[in-house]
């Protein structure tokens, strides 16, 4: 089992930046994948960035150049720095991760709002 707590959500002007934070605990030593992703009101989720063990990273389009993701292994916690922010940025942000197993875990969603 892993556990995952997610932070550093809330609310921004456009252009604006915050970092998300998400701390797993448990079986850290099977995690393989550590990932973002985001829902908006009336839209499915979709993947924001993820990055493999060692540090391969992949990012949707809408957010290459703006956000950067990374993880510390010592602390068991993957980041999400989000910079030049745009109201279509708004969303509710999980963190999702993936165990060598298979085993898929999600964060219980931290809001971002991006105001105009």
């Known amino acids: 089992q892993v556990q995952l707590v997610e932070s550093g959500g809330g609310l921004v002007q456009a252009g604006g930046s915050l970092r998300l934070s998400c701390a797993a605990s448990?079986?850290?030593?099977?995690?393989?994948?550590m990932g973002w992703y985001r829902q908006a009101p009336g839209k499915q989720r979709e993947l924001v960035a993820h990055?493999?063990?060692?540090?391969?990273?992949t990012y949707a389009d809408s957010v290459k150049g703006r956000f950067i993701i990374s993880r510390d292994n010592a602390k068991n916690t993957v980041y999400l720095q989000m910079n030049s922010l745009k109201p279509e940025d708004t969303a509710v942000y999980y963190c999702?991760?993936?165990?060598?197993?298979?085993?898929?875990?999600w964060g219980q969603g931290t809001q971002v709002t991006v105001s105009s």
């Open positions: 990055i493999l063990r060692y540090g391969t990273t």
């Open positions: 999702k991760t993936v165990t060598f197993s298979a085993y898929v875990y």
């Open positions: 448990g079986s850290i030593s099977s995690i393989s994948t």
